[in-house]
T-cell receptor, first 115, second 111 residues
Framework: DVKVTQSSRYLVKRTGEKVFLECVQD?????MFWYRQDPGLGLRLIYF???????EKGDIPEGYSVSREKKERFSLILESASTNQTSMYLC??????????????FGPGTRLTVL | KQEVTQIPAALSVPEGENLVLNCSFT??????LQWFRQDPGKGLTSLLL?????REQTSGRLNASLDKSSGRSTLYIAASQPGDSATYLC??????????FGQGTTLQVKP
């Protein structure tokens, strides 16, 4: 079974802090994704990566950056956390390189609260 | 711009009922359509994936159909159980390879 893990289930940070959310997948997947999920807005894509050291902006990249130094690990970085970044963050991975697509496998999510 | 809509937003049924969840999308140029399940406070679990060339997929008590030309998909759940209570999300993979989600239908199955 594919396993996608996220470093924290719950995280509380202060405004202005630098925040790192880590995601690791154990199935040698090519693609990794970061989403945020908010009531009434659904899931929105922040960033994705189709290869090591490669990243592409999703629909809402402002205020975020990412890092993919190794194939299995994809990090989401909030350079200076703000209260409007309080959300559930979900990481996902999938196998096939673009433009083919396959099921995305999701991690359990990190509930981030910015005070 | 692709938009995905799910109706209804919430549904409550007694145990044992068969039910249908609806999903519509505005752009028929999709690679595939997926149905996910999300339990409260948890991540998403993929239930069924229908490729754009397929009409339906089945897994156990679940059956998903796809009519690409009309931009519609349905998820049929047979003989519903309390354990089926969750939020069900529909998502299409666009021609750019991105998943675009609907806002989900929250299902409650009462014993």
């Amino acid at each position: 079974d594919v396993k996608v893990t996220q470093s924290s289930r719950y995280l509380v940070k202060r405004t202005g802090e630098k925040v790192f959310l880590e995601c690791v997948q154990d199935m040698d997947h090519e693609n990794m994704f970061w989403y945020r999920q908010d009531p009434g807005l659904g899931l929105r894509l922040i960033y994705f990566s189709y290869d090591v050291k490669m990243k592409e902006k999703g629909d809402i990249p402002e205020g975020y950056s990412v890092s993919r130094e190794k194939k299995e690990r994809f990090s989401l970085i909030l350079e200076s956390a703000s209260t409007n970044q309080t959300s559930m963050y979900l990481c996902a991975s999938s196998l096939f390189p673009r433009p083919r697509t396959d099921t995305q496998y999701f991690g359990p999510g990190t509930r981030l609260t910015v005070l | 711009k692709q938009e995905v809509t799910q109706i209804p937003a919430a549904l409550s049924v007694p145990e044992g009922e068969n039910l249908v969840l609806n999903c519509s999308f505005t752009d028929s140029a999709i690679y595939n359509l997926q149905w996910f399940r999300q339990d409260p406070g948890k991540g998403l679990t993929s239930l069924l994936l229908i490729q754009s060339s397929q009409r339906e997929q089945t897994s156990g008590r679940l059956n998903a159909s796809l009519d690409k030309s009309s931009g519609r998909s349905t998820l049929y759940i047979a003989a519903s159980q309390p354990g089926d209570s969750a939020t069900y999300l529909c998502a299409v993979t666009s021609n750019t390879g991105k998943l675009i989600f609907g806002q989900g239908t929250t299902l409650q199955v009462k014993p």
